[in-house]
């Protein structure tokens, strides 16, 4: 088992920027390749972002390429997300997921999920 812990989510203007931060316990964490989802009310599950489990590779999705980075750090267990110039359609809850294998945008590739936190843009 690996337990997730998603924090950093708020509310911030648009152009405003937030980090994100997800501890994970149990399981060796290193061993897993960790990603970020995103879920807005009435809207499916679309993946975020991932980072294998050295951290050498990284995926993102189209929509906030160059605006969010994904991050680790195997010695804390952690895992961060970045975000820069937030857009109000960046509004979702943010969930962070565990999986063995580098399959970034595959969400059953993640055995393990978090609770989420919010995070809300204003325009």
């Known amino acids: 088992q690996v337990q997730l812990e998603e924090s950093g989510g708020g509310l911030v203007q648009a152009g405003g920027s937030l980090r994100l931060s997800c501890a994970a316990s149990?399981?060796?964490?290193?061993?897993?390749?960790m990603g970020w989802f995103r879920q807005a009310p009435g809207k499916e599950r679309e993946f975020v972002a991932a980072?294998?489990?050295?951290?050498?590779?990284?995926s993102y999705a189209d929509s906030v390429k160059g605006r969010f980075t994904i991050s680790r750090d195997n010695a804390k267990n952690m895992v961060y997300l970045q975000m820069n110039s937030l857009k109000p359609e960046d509004t979702a809850g943010y969930y962070c997921?565990?999986?063995?294998?580098?399959?970034?945008?595959?969400?059953?590739?993640?055995?393990?999920w978090g609770q989420g936190t919010q995070v809300t843009v204003s325009s």
């Open positions: 149990g399981r060796t964490f290193s061993d897993y390749a």
């Open positions: 997921a565990a999986g063995r294998g580098f399959v970034p945008s595959v969400d059953w590739a993640y055995a393990y």
């Open positions: 980072i294998s489990v050295g951290g050498g590779s990284t």
